[in-house]
């Protein structure tokens, strides 16, 4: 599950990517803890990867079976992520928040968030395979 606040920028752009990059069987979720409705920036960006993420909701975390849930990537940089208690296996990817940037710079900075998180989630699900070694997108919270 992929965690922020609002689930409309961050959480949504890598619940989109997992979603084509995920192998197979793996469950992909996001959601946050005041959610806000997804980013219809969120959208575009994925759709210029090919990526229709036009039925994707932004979901508050009790919202979410978290008996599904085995995996936390939470995505704040600057503000307080939700903590989720329990056994989960947890990274931090400390992401800026692109709807934080003036408007005429967001599209731009939705590509870059959009664009790193797709480079880490290929380490991470590399990294998940048997003989694979720690990539440099994966830490450890």
């Known amino acids: 599950m992929f965690l922020c606040v609002a689930n409309s920028a961050r959480s949504q752009l890598a619940e989109g990517l997992a979603r084509r990059l995920a192998p197979a069987g793996v469950n992909v979720l996001s959601a946050g803890s005041d959610a806000a409705g997804v980013n219809p920036l969120a959208i575009a960006a994925l759709a210029e990867f090919g990526i229709d993420a036009s039925a994707q909701t932004s979901k508050r975390v009790f ?43 967001r599209m731009e900075a939705f590509r870059r968030t959009r664009d790193e998180i797709a480079y880490r989630l290929e380490g991470f699900f590399h990294q998940q395979q048997p003989g694979a070694h720690d990539s440099p997108g994966a830490q450890h919270a």
């Open 63 to 105: 919202e979410v079976d978290l008996g599904l849930v085995d995996t936390v990537v939470t995505l704040c940089a600057e503000e307080v992520c939700p903590v989720l208690p329990g056994g989960y296996r947890r990274f931090h990817w400390p992401l800026p928040d692109p709807t934080a940037v003036p408007p005429e710079e």
